[in-house]
Nanobody, 119 residues
Framework: QAQWDATGGQLVQAGGSLTLSCAAP????????VGWFRQAPGKEREFLAG????????HYADSVKGRFTISRDHAKDTVSLQMNSLKPDDTAVYSC????????????WGQGTQVTVSS
């Protein structure tokens, strides 16, 4: 199955905002949900948020609820992650994965993008 690659990562100061994007590899796509994950050096991959591609239902990890917002754009076939009030602990490689469920069963990770938050 084709992968959704992430873009938009960059160096940002603490307290700043950043929006990442994952694009559908081809159209039409048959994916129920797309999720955002991150992995910091020496740490396990962490689920952040997921969204269903048709209805737009969302699910967030408690660690980012209220700071991060996931959304999908039907016209552009993209899934974005808006991140606010960034902290140095948010430094990681961010990537997308797909699933047949909103919660769990994610796989098929795409190429990630580096986000670095400076203090």
């Amino acid at each position: 199955q084709a992968q959704w690659d992430a873009t938009g990562g960059q160096l940002v100061q603490a307290g700043g905002s950043l929006t990442l994007s994952c694009a559908a590899p081809r159209r039409p796509f048959n994916v129920f949900a797309v999720g955002w994950f991150r992995q910091a050096p020496g740490k396990e991959r962490e689920f952040l948020a997921g969204v269903t591609t048709v209805v737009g239902a969302t699910h967030y990890a408690d660690s980012v609820k209220g700071r991060f917002t996931i959304s999908r754009d039907h016209a552009k076939d993209t899934v974005s992650l808006q991140m606010n009030s960034l902290k140095p602990d948010d430094t990681a490689v961010y990537s997308c994965a797909t699933s047949n469920l909103l919660q769990g069963n994610y796989g098929n990770w795409g190429q990630g993008t580096q986000v670095t938050v400076s203090s």
